[in-house]
């Protein structure tokens, strides 16, 4: 099993910045993707990044956060963080981390989703 605990939510004022992190432990190893969500109440839940956590980093955004999102990586550390730049109100949610991995499970791997708790970024004046 994986955990994630996802810091870094806060009250932004629109323009301004914040950083999120999510931190993995457990069965790390078996990790091969790590992403942020985000939701708003009655809406579904959307990707808004992701990386991948073996190899050469490879990274994916939705086109709303494109040029004003990053997310990056500490292997080292198993988090991952997400730096969010010319915040608007549109990008208040709550954001998840997601973590995709591999998983053995008996003579074979199963693939696995696990799921932070989510933390409240609002965007507001």
């Known amino acids: 099993q994986v955990q994630l605990v996802e810091s870094g939510g806060d009250l932004v004022q629109p323009g301004g910045s914040l950083r999120l992190s999510c931190a993995a432990s457990?069965?790390?190893?078996?990790?091969?993707?790590m992403g942020w969500y985000r939701q708003d109440p009655g809406k579904q839940r959307e990707l808004v990044a992701s990386?991948?956590?073996?190899?050469?980093?490879?990274?994916n955004y939705a086109d709303s956060v494109e040029g004003r999102f990053t997310i990056s990586r500490d292997v080292a550390n198993n988090t991952v963080y997400l730096q969010m730049s010319s915040l608007k109100p549109e990008d208040t949610a709550v954001y998840y981390c997601?973590?995709?991995?591999?998983?053995?499970?008996?003579?074979?791997?199963?693939?696995?989703?696990?799921w932070g708790q989510g933390t409240l970024v609002t965007v507001s004046s």
């Open positions: 997601r973590a995709d991995a591999w998983l053995p499970e008996g003579s074979f791997y199963k693939y696995f989703e696990f």
């Open positions: 457990g069965s790390v190893r078996g990790i091969s993707t």
């Open positions: 990386i991948t956590l073996t190899g050469s980093a490879r990274t």
